[in-house]
């Protein structure tokens, strides 16, 4: 008898820690779901209260604080714009985010914001839909570090006369650059050292005619497909590959239905932060200040977590998931080479002028950073 009487004393207790455990449980999801009614109740005083709402539409998922160790690039561009915008406005001001592609893709997203049913977003690669000549920017293995990418966008005379144009042809003012990332090829068929390599595959690309030219200079085939796609297309074979940064490639696990990277960093991708012209234009001189201060240390975080990603944290993750090559300097020599005819297509397309202007733009950027 004392034995069963132990017995079920240690049952007893085993139940009451079980009971605590899933009581301490209950309370703090039921904590959690408090917290979050009460930030969506303080959102929407803000709203309320706010003499212009901005809504700002971008893809990358709102991870942060929720999941993750850092927010995602366009995430904290995002975060940190809202809070400039609105501190420094007195909440005169109200970003409204939509992340995770909640109001459409990239093109989706800039046809809006053209028209005016949306006044900002955050793209990569699209606006070439609306503005051919900004094709230039994703010109194959055009910027040999991040800096140089960063001196163009801050500095460069170029960068100036193109967003000026952009916005007098499209009615999109370009407000700041983000990083997307510079992007390598995975894919699940073999490993890939040289463009010889690349033939016979096939390839998802953004839908900007650019990516497709570069690819087949390649030797590959190129598939335009929307972001959301990637996974699935890679997982049912419509496509033995595909090309992004790596932060993008661990965020989204496509290393679950890739196999192979190759370090070959052949294009280096934005973050465009834009906004309605005719909005922006019509604000109070005060207004459209704060939002050009908000942009430009919104960039500045969108970097850094793309950066953090790519070198750092997301790396670790497909190292451990894929087999990652890193092209001998004979290697990277035989892609260039691959790629030239891609420069010579694009002249044809929007004129030589601009592919001219922006090679001498990489030109005053790489001696204005020390690489010449």
């Known amino acids: 008898m004392k034995a069963q009487s132990g017995k079920l004393g240690k049952v007893a207790v085993l139940l009451s820690v079980l ?11 039921t904590a959690n779901q408090a917290a979050a009614q009460d930030d969506v109740k303080i959102e929407a005083e803000k709203k309320k209260n706010a003499e212009f709402v901005l809504k700002l539409a ?46 459409g893709q990239s093109k989706e997203v800039i046809e809006m914001v053209q028209t005016g049913t949306l006044e900002m977003g955050i793209q990569t690669g699209a606006l070439a839909g609306v503005y051919p000549p900004v094709q230039v920017i994703n010109l194959p293995y055009a910027f040999q570090s991040d800096e140089i990418a960063w001196w163009i966008f801050d ?33 699940s068929k073999r490993p890939i050292r040289e463009p010889k390599d690349m033939v016979g595959l096939k390839f998802r690309v953004m839908p900007s005619p650019i990516y497709v030219k570069t690819l087949e200079a390649m030797g590959a085939s190129a598939t335009p497909l929307a ?16 090309e992004n940064p790596i932060w993008n490639i661990a965020a989204n696990k496509w290393y679950e239905v890739q196999d192979y990277m190759t370090l070959d960093g052949h294009t280096w991708s934005e973050d465009m932060l ?19 201060a908000a942009a430009y240390q919104g960039q500045t975080a969108g970097r850094a977590s793309e950066s953090l990603g790519s070198l750092v944290t997301d790396f670790a ?41 922006f090679y001498k733009a990489v030109e005053e950027a790489e001696a204005a950073l020390g690489y010449r």
Not at 19 to 29: D, E, H, S
């Open 19 to 29: 009971f605590i455990a899933t009581m301490v449980l209950v309370l703090c999801q």
């Open 58 to 103: 971008y893809t990358d998922a709102a991870n942060w604080p929720a999941s993750g160790i850092k927010p995602l690039g366009e995430h904290a561009f995002a975060l940190i714009f809202k809070s400039i915008v609105e501190s420094r406005s007195n909440g005169a001001m109200y970003v409204e985010l939509f992340p995770a592609t909640s109001m």
């Open 155 to 187: 500095n460069s005379e170029f960068w100036k006369k193109m967003t000026a144009e952009i916005e007098e042809k499209t009615g999109i003012k370009v407000l700041a650059m983000g990083q997307n990332g510079t992007r390598h090829f995975t894919n």
């Open 227 to 242: 972001h959301g796609e990637i996974y699935t297309s890679c997982q049912t074979k419509v496509v033995d590959g595909q």
């Open 274 to 292: 834009i906004i309605n012209a005719n909005f922006f234009n019509n604000l109070p001189k005060a207004f459209q200040q704060i939002i050009r």
């Open 317 to 357: 993750i497909l190292e451990k998931n894929m087999e990652i090559y890193s092209p001998t300097p004979e290697e990277m020599a035989k892609f260039k080479a691959a790629v030239v005819p891609v420069a010579d297509w694009l002249k044809q397309e929007i004129g030589a002028k601009y592919v001219e202007d």
